[in-house]
């Protein structure tokens, strides 16, 4: 079993940053493949964001791609996802996973966190 905390999320103004964390509680964490995903009000959970086990294999979403990175450092067991130039619609809650799969749809992934929200005021 693999525990998932997000954290970093809050509210800023439109233009603006904010860089998300995702500590996992496993020693084995440098073999997941790690995502974010996010779920705005009234709407499905969506694909931001994966990076494989590596580190140098990164996909994104066309929405938020040249605005958000995502990394992981396997020290520490923690994945990242840095967001530049934040709009309105970005507003949403964001969770992370992890899983074995390519990562580019939530049946790749296994184990989920339980969200941070991010509000973006324009």
């Known amino acids: 079993q693999v525990q998932l905390v997000e954290s970093g999320g809050g509210l800023v103004q439109a233009g603006g940053s904010l860089r998300l964390s995702c500590a996992a509680s496993?020693?084995?964490?440098?073999?997941?493949?790690m995502g974010w995903f996010r779920q705005a009000p009234g709407k499905e959970r969506e694909f931001v964001a994966t990076v494989r086990w590596s580190g140098g294999n990164t996909y994104y979403v066309d929405s938020v791609k040249g605005r958000f990175t995502i990394s992981r450092d396997n020290a520490k067991n923690t994945v990242y996802l840095q967001m530049n130039s934040l709009k309105a619609e970005d507003t949403a809650v964001y969770y992370c996973?992890?899983?074995?799969?390519?990562?580019?749809?939530?049946?790749?992934?296994?184990?989920w966190g339980q969200g941070t929200q991010v509000t973006v005021s324009s």
């Open positions: 996973a992890a899983g074995y799969g390519l990562g580019l749809g939530a049946a790749d992934y296994d184990y």
């Open positions: 496993t020693r084995t964490f440098s073999r997941y493949t």
